[in-house]
T-cell receptor
Framework: SQTIHQWPATLVQPVGSPLSLECTVEGTSNPNLYWYRQAAGRGLQLLFYSVGIGQISSEVPQNLSASRPQDRQFILSSKKLLLSDSGFYLC???????????FGSGTRLTVV | KNEVEQSPQNLTAQEGEFITINCSYSVGISALHWLQQHPGGGIVSLFMLSSGKKKHGRLIATINIQEKHSSLHITASHPRDSAVYICALQGAQKLVFGQGTRLTINP
């Protein structure tokens, strides 16, 4: 079965600093990968998804970017964090074979 | 109007009660997911449904495609069931999430 490794679990960063969150997947190949954000008291919002290496679809205009340098690696980045980037970030994988989803454990980001 | 609506938004019950959480949607879907989010934020996939009914332990999920409605039931609820339950619609490439139902089971 597939597993997701997402790190770090918590992060406190100053405004204007860069960000890099990494997500790696095991137990599957050629998955669809997703980055979601959940602001405090809000529902999950899709930020980016990728159906293959080097392919990124962006759902909302924002201060963030994503990259997929390898089949099972998905990275969320920012050059300069804003206060509004604070939230809970989740990586998810969807296997092409059975369309089920597995979610990472999440990163709680606080921008101060 | 949101594509997916969950009710209730908050639900508090006593241990042992039968719980029902509802999800209504307005678009065509290939499947519907029920997810559980614990206080720490981690999300677990409970069910993926495209028709009928699925059961796993004390959890039962049903879907009526014609009426665009799904329900999640918990039998013999327990305090460890306390969590946010999220309904999500499966589109071509992505999920569309409901706002979630916060369930609290008191001992």
């Amino acid at each position: 079965s597939q597993t997701i490794h997402q790190w770090p679990a918590t992060l406190v960063q100053p405004v204007g600093s860069p960000l890099s969150l990494e997500c790696t997947v095991e137990g599957t190949s050629n998955p669809n990968l997703y980055w979601y954000r959940q602001a405090a008291g809000r529902g999950l919002q899709l930020l980016f998804y990728s159906v293959g290496i080097g392919q990124i679809s962006s759902e909302v205009p924002q201060n963030l970017s994503a990259s997929r340098p390898q089949d099972r690696q998905f990275i969320l980045s920012s050059k300069k964090l804003l206060l509004s980037d604070s939230g809970f970030y989740l990586c998810a994988v969807r296997t092409v074979s059975n369309y089920g989803y597995t979610f990472g454990s999440g990163t709680r980001l606080t921008v101060v | 109007k949101n594509e997916v609506e969950q009710s209730p938004q908050n639900l508090t019950a006593q241990e042992g009660e039968f719980i029902t959480i509802n999800c209504s949607y307005s678009v065509g879907i290939s499947a519907l997911h029920w997810l559980q989010q614990h206080p720490g934020g981690g999300i677990v996939s409970l069910f993926m449904l495209s028709s009928g009914k699925k059961k796993h332990g004390r959890l039962i999920a049903t879907i009526n495609i014609q009426e665009k409605h799904s329900s999640l039931h918990i039998t013999a609820s327990h305090p460890r069931d306390s969590a946010v339950y999220i309904c999500a619609l499966q589109g071509a490439q992505k999920l569309v999430f409901g706002q979630g139902t916060r369930l609290t089971i008191n001992p």
